[in-house]
């Protein structure tokens, strides 16, 4: 068994049916975990869980969950508890590129607070839920997905990311003792289903092409490309494995070197 053979562990990826939730969800199969898939929609769930089942085996459960509210979390839980000891959670379900990326005159607090209500505390919910499970057997992994609006101050929806940095130092002061790990993630430009609504958006409010946007990315990035899902994925997937027991509390880039920040 190698330190990232996942065989007979039990993960939830919330957000699982799409982008990187699906790479991640794709990667943890291959490596011998047993996933649970969670969102509002119950057919994206199920098209992804049948690929994925299709192409390599293992076993994708689809479970329809609001994060946003506690009771639909927790029967997420107790789902997943029923296929296996839930030993693994990826939280990443969230609105792509936040709600709220424009200026403060046209910015929407009811968008704001969804924003928060959805990735900040959706994420905190989901931790809540699982980590009795956890505790119980005295191991888990929690992997956080944020994002590099929480490292700059481009988009007032950076805030939940980086509100989230805090709850995974915070909570990784609580889970450690009980042999929980807890990282957060800030992926950079990925290619997925939703980046190319972000090339038009920011392509419309610069007077620019979406493929201009999409260069001028590639340009900035010190690796001269956009990253893929898989590679973030094979991050989430170190992080949940057991070889990673030494880190925690962390918040880690995985952007090409997009961010010139230096952090400590």
């Known amino acids: ?25 794709r990667a943890l199969v291959r490596r011998g975990a047993a996933v649970v898939i969670a969102a509002r929609r119950r057919s994206v769930l199920d098209l992804a869980a049948e690929e994925i089942t299709d192409e390599l085996g293992g076993r994708v459960v689809p479970v329809s969950a609001d994060t ?43 968008a704001l607070l969804a924003d928060l209500n959805t990735k900040v505390v959706g994420y905190f919910r989901c931790v809540k839920a699982v980590a009795p499970i ?39 002061d609580q889970l450690g003792p009980d042999g929980i790990t807890i990282n957060t993630l800030h992926p950079g430009v990925v290619e997925t289903e939703h980046i190319h609504e972000l090339y038009a958006k920011n392509a419309a409010a610069e007077g620019i092409t979406p493929q201009q946007v999409e ?12 990253l893929t899902a898989d590679e973030v994925a094979d991050a989430v997937c170190f992080l949940a494995s057991p070889g990673s027991g030494g880190i925690t509390g962390e918040s880690i880039g995985i952007d090409g070197g997009l961010t010139r920040g230096i952090f400590l």
Do not use: C, W
């Not at 946003?68 to 939280?91: F, W």
């Not at 888990?140 to 989230?164: C, D, E, K």
């Open 1 to 25: 068994m190698t330190q990232q053979d996942l065989s007979g562990q039990v993960a939830i990826v919330t957000g699982g049916g799409l982008g990187i939730g699906k790479a991640v969800t």
């Open 68 to 110: 946003t509210d506690m009771d639909s979390v927790l029967n997420l839980a107790e789902t997943a508890n029923e296929v296996g000891q839930v030993s693994i959670l990826v939280n990443g379900a969230a609105a792509p590129a936040g709600l709220v990326r424009n200026d403060i005159r046209s910015a929407d607090p009811d």
């Open 134 to 172: 956890m505790r119980a057997h005295r191991y888990g992994r929690v992997v956080n997905i944020g994002g590099l609006t929480g490292r700059s101050s481009h988009a007032l929806s950076g805030m939940r990311n980086l509100a989230i940095v805090h709850m995974t130092k915070a909570l990784s």
């Open 215 to 226: 260069q001028n990315f590639i340009d900035r990035t010190p690796i001269r490309r956009v």
